[in-house]
């Protein structure tokens, strides 16, 4: 495609319940980043790859949250016993090189009731 | 370590000039800025990555100080769709490529 796909676009989960949010880069991009971004805040970095190798996670909040890019491509943001605080929008970004603009998803926005 | 924007929110009437500020207390590496817009993507206007630089394209513009601890984008005879939520994105010597903190953004809203 075009740009980065997110999906979904919108999720809503049970406290305690897994979720996985997957992130498509645009093609030919080699790094890859997840961010977190609360209500009316910047985005918070997560974890960086370039091609599968996830080179940074030191923005992962616990050890609950786990990313993954295994054929370096398309990753997948794992969160498993979600709790109220995990509630945010989720965005990818891609580059084609670490300190490249970085091209950003629409997000997915996450709810944990 | 986050850099601190100024000013948080600013009103515009089109036509007008804006100047939105993000400040850094060490030397950066490079500074990104970007725009967003309500429930959409950050979307990329500039890296700055020299001291000294100012580059821009059409009427948005920005600049890096000699040290590298202050940048400033310049929106010039602002149009409606510079609507948005401007966010300066920093990157630091010693960190890894590409992770970038962000200030908490400055919400310019533009009317007719």
């Known amino acids: 495609g075009a740009g980065v796909s997110q999906s979904p676009r919108y999720k809503v989960a049970k406290r305690g319940q897994d979720v996985a949010l997957r992130c498509d880069p645009i093609?030919?991009?080699?790094?890859l980043f997840w961010y977190q971004q609360a209500l009316g805040q910047g985005p918070e970095f997560l974890t960086y790859?370039?091609?599968?190798?996830?080179?940074?996670k030191s923005g992962l909040p616990s050890d609950r949250f786990f990313a993954e890019r295994p054929e370096g491509s398309v990753s997948t943001l794992k969160i498993q016993r979600t709790q109220q605080e995990d509630s945010a929008v989720y965005l990818c970004a891609s580059s084609f090189s670490g300190n490249q603009p970085q091209h950003f998803g629409d997000g997915t926005r996450l709810s944990i009731l | 370590q986050q850099p601190v924007q100024s000013p948080q929110a600013v009103i515009l009437r089109e036509g007008e000039d804006a100047v939105i500020n993000c400040s850094s207390s060490?030397?950066?590496?490079?500074v990104h800025w970007y725009r967003q817009k309500h429930g959409e993507a950050p979307v990329f206007l500039m890296i700055?990555?020299?001291?000294?630089e100012q580059k821009g394209h059409d009427k948005i513009s920005a600049s890096f100080n000699e040290k590298k601890q202050q940048s400033s984008l310049y929106l010039t005879a602002s149009q409606l769709s510079y609507s948005g939520t401007y966010f300066c994105?920093?990157?630091?010597?010693?960190?890894?490529?590409?992770?970038?903190?962000f200030g908490k953004g400055t919400k310019l809203s533009v009317k007719p």
């Open positions: 700055l990555l020299k001291g000294g």
């Open positions: 060490k030397a950066l590496y490079s």
């Open positions: 093609s030919g991009h080699v790094s």
């Open positions: 790859f370039q091609n599968e190798a996830q080179l940074d």
């Open positions: 994105g920093t990157e630091r010597y010693g960190g890894s490529q590409g992770n970038l903190i």
